[in-house]
């Protein structure tokens, strides 16, 4: 496979393509609604929230962190985990103008 020219694309294309490609797993979606359900910091044990590994969560919310989706703290050997607001925010706008771009035809088609 080709590498991938980001150059080539705006700064907001290369953004929401990164965001797209974190949220385009079951788990971290999973994981997202989950956190917004609690609507705080959690460090329960979301393997048994989600029925999947330690090492599998791990890597999915490393995927979610590294976007900035969720931010996390720890304590000792607890880690709690939320929704990042800011980032949520953010990223909202990049879709809400991705999606409010298509201008709907008279009759509902365009073929």
Known sequence: MGVT???????????????AKALAHPARIAIIQH???ANACINSDLVQELGLAQATISQHL????????????????S???CINPIKWKEIEGHFVTLFGQLSIISGGSCC
Not at 64 to 71: D, S, T, W
């Open 35 to 37: 956190l917004l359900k």
């Open 62 to 77: 490393r995927e979610l962190k590294e976007i900035g989706i969720i931010q996390g703290t720890i304590e000792g050997v």
């Open 5 to 19: 020219k980001t150059d080539l694309f705006t700064t907001e294309q290369n953004e929401l393509a990164k965001v």
């Open 79 to 81: 880690v709690s985990y």
